[in-house]
């Protein structure tokens, strides 16, 4: 699945670590970001014929897989205290970095410190969740040895839901870690941090990633002026809504888990990038793209990849306009508003972290020119009708 990776090294600012080392200098928690190359496979399928989040987190290779600022919510759990003890980092609000910088992420109040407790042993999870959810602070006497932790999510399109937890073994033998560090029994604490080792987030997406692309079909769809307009996108009845496990119990997964309620379902659409990407990330509702390339010309893409939860078939409504006649208007009958969904499915359904391209072939609207011969009439044979003939007249009884 494609990954991006927070590298975190961890801790709470409230008891200075026994073990400090030799100059007796706590261990702060200093979270980095890094990017991390998974193993994504880009399947694109070709189809022929609320608030808003801020889209797709990262990209299909290394030059675009890349936090752009996003916010990332972390959580470290020791499980040795009790109670709400246990909350250390009680999912907190984060930066990442922007581009390919490989700062440290910020954490949104810049007077925030924490440091290794004591010679305890830390979990850190961490989410993105966009505008999907907004309580994300685990609640006040939840035990999550039983119960774990989830929120509730509501999704339109936009928001990329990813998760992560580190894999200690890597941590482990990354570069830089101290030789002495042999097992991972001693990670994530003060004394793991002092010899090298920095709990690596890796987020990992929980959604389907669908990228629309588009060219034209036909040589009429490409003439100067006549040219095909894409209106709008949908993926009509989506579900919307389910829940994202952040903190998963013993022997169970992070997992997104869609609702099955019948009415949990709404259409989504498709959408672009910010009007001022200087002022806003939020994306904008999609504008009408003129479709220029023919049909010998490879597919464009148009408008921001659409998140979705992962399923077996999709329903897209295209809706499109032409000006046919190249008059400079777009007649009732030159704009197709609602036509019929089109489904698309693959082998083994759509997959979580997969991008799959949606390959659209617009055609111009194709007049009907019929062509009318008028045949003379052939002059018949005289048929006379006399109803005397047809219906004789019948004699009266005699007395």
């Given at each position: 699945?494609?990954?991006?990776?927070?590298?975190?090294?961890?801790?709470?600012?409230?008891?200075?670590?026994?073990?400090?080392?030799?100059?007796?200098?706590?261990e702060e928690i200093i979270l980095g970001a890094?990017?991390?190359?998974?193993?994504?496979?880009?399947?694109?399928?070709?189809?022929?014929?609320?608030?808003?989040?801020?889209?797709?987190?990262?990209?299909?290779?290394?030059?675009?897989?890349?936090?752009?600022?996003?916010?990332?919510?972390?959580?470290g759990i020791v499980s040795a205290l009790k109670?709400?003890?246990?909350?250390?980092?009680?999912?907190?609000?984060?930066?990442?970095?922007?581009?390919?910088?490989?700062?440290?992420?910020?954490?949104?109040?810049?007077?925030?410190?924490?440091?290794?407790?004591?010679?305890?042993?830390?979990?850190?999870?961490?989410?993105?969740?966009?505008?999907?959810?907004?309580?994300?602070?685990?609640?006040?006497?939840?035990?999550?040895?039983?119960?774990?932790?989830?929120?509730?999510?509501?999704?339109?399109?936009?928001?990329?839901?990813?998760?992560?937890?580190?894999?200690?073994?890597?941590?482990?033998?990354?570069?830089?870690?101290?030789?002495?560090?042999?097992?991972?029994?001693?990670?994530?604490?003060?004394?793991?941090?002092?010899?090298?080792?920095?709990?690596?987030?890796?987020?990992?997406?929980?959604?389907?990633?669908?990228?629309?692309?588009?060219?034209?079909?036909?040589?009429?769809?490409?003439?100067?002026?006549?040219?095909?307009?894409?209106?709008?996108?949908?993926?009509?009845?989506?579900?919307?809504?389910?829940?994202?496990?952040?903190?998963?119990?013993?022997?169970?997964?992070?997992?997104?888990?869609?609702?099955?309620?019948?009415?949990?379902?709404?259409?989504?659409?498709?959408?672009?990038?910010?009007?001022?990407?200087?002022?806003?990330?939020?994306?904008?509702?999609?504008?009408?793209?003129?479709?220029?390339?023919?049909?010998?010309?490879?597919?464009?893409?148009?408008?921001?990849?659409?998140?979705?939860?992962?399923?077996?078939?999709?329903?897209?409504?295209?809706?499109?306009?032409?000006?046919?006649?190249?008059?400079?208007?777009?007649?009732?009958?030159?704009?197709?508003?609602?036509?019929?969904?089109?489904?698309?499915?693959?082998?083994?359904?759509?997959?979580?972290?997969?991008?799959?391209?949606?390959?659209?072939?617009?055609?111009?609207?194709?007049?009907?020119?019929?062509?009318?011969?008028?045949?003379?009439?052939?002059?018949?044979?005289?048929?006379?009708?006399?109803?005397?003939?047809?219906?004789?007249?019948?004699?009266?009884?005699?007395?």
């Amino acid at each position: 699945m494609c990954a991006t990776a927070m590298m975190a090294s961890c801790a709470k600012d409230k008891t200075i670590a026994l073990d400090n080392g030799a100059d007796g200098t706590p261990e702060e928690i200093i979270l980095g970001a890094g990017q991390y190359l998974s193993a994504e496979v880009e399947q694109g399928q070709p189809m022929k014929a609320a608030s808003r989040g801020i889209g797709s987190v990262g990209g299909l290779s290394t030059g675009t897989n890349q936090w752009n600022g996003e916010a990332v919510y972390v959580y470290g759990i020791v499980s040795a205290l009790k109670g709400d003890a246990q909350f250390v980092i009680n999912g907190d609000e984060a930066t990442a970095p922007t581009g390919t910088a490989k700062d440290a992420l910020a954490w949104k109040a810049t007077d925030k410190h924490y440091y290794y407790d004591g010679n305890n042993l830390y979990d850190f999870y961490g989410c993105h969740v966009d505008d999907a959810a907004t309580d994300m602070a685990i609640p006040g006497g939840t035990k999550l040895a039983e119960n774990g932790f989830s929120v509730p999510v509501t999704i339109n399109g936009t928001q990329d839901l990813m998760v992560a937890m580190p894999d200690k073994e890597s941590d482990r033998t990354a570069e830089g870690v101290d030789p002495e560090v042999t097992t991972t029994k001693n990670l994530y604490s003060a004394w793991s941090s002092r010899r090298g080792v920095k709990p690596n987030l890796v987020f990992k997406h929980v959604l389907t990633r669908l990228t629309f692309k588009a060219k034209c079909g036909n040589a009429v769809a490409y003439e100067e002026g006549k040219e095909v307009y894409i209106t709008s996108v949908q993926v009509v009845d989506a579900k919307n809504k389910g829940t994202l496990t952040i903190i998963p119990t013993a022997g169970n997964q992070q997992v997104f888990t869609a609702s099955d309620v019948a009415e949990d379902k709404a259409d989504f659409s498709l959408m672009q990038g910010p009007k001022d990407p200087g002022t806003s990330k939020e994306l904008a509702p999609f504008e009408e793209v003129k479709i220029t390339g023919n049909k010998d010309n490879d597919f464009v893409q148009i408008g921001v990849p659409m998140m979705l939860v992962p399923g077996g078939e999709y329903f897209i409504v295209i809706t499109t306009k032409q000006d046919a006649d190249g008059d400079g208007k777009f007649e009732e009958d030159e704009q197709v508003l609602n036509p019929a969904p089109v489904k698309i499915s693959i082998t083994d359904g759509f997959k979580a972290g997969y991008n799959y391209n949606v390959n659209l072939t617009v055609y111009g609207l194709e007049h009907i020119d019929i062509d009318a011969t008028l045949t003379a009439w052939e002059n018949g044979e005289d048929i006379e009708i006399d109803p005397d003939d047809i219906n004789p007249p019948t004699p009266d009884p005699i007395p």
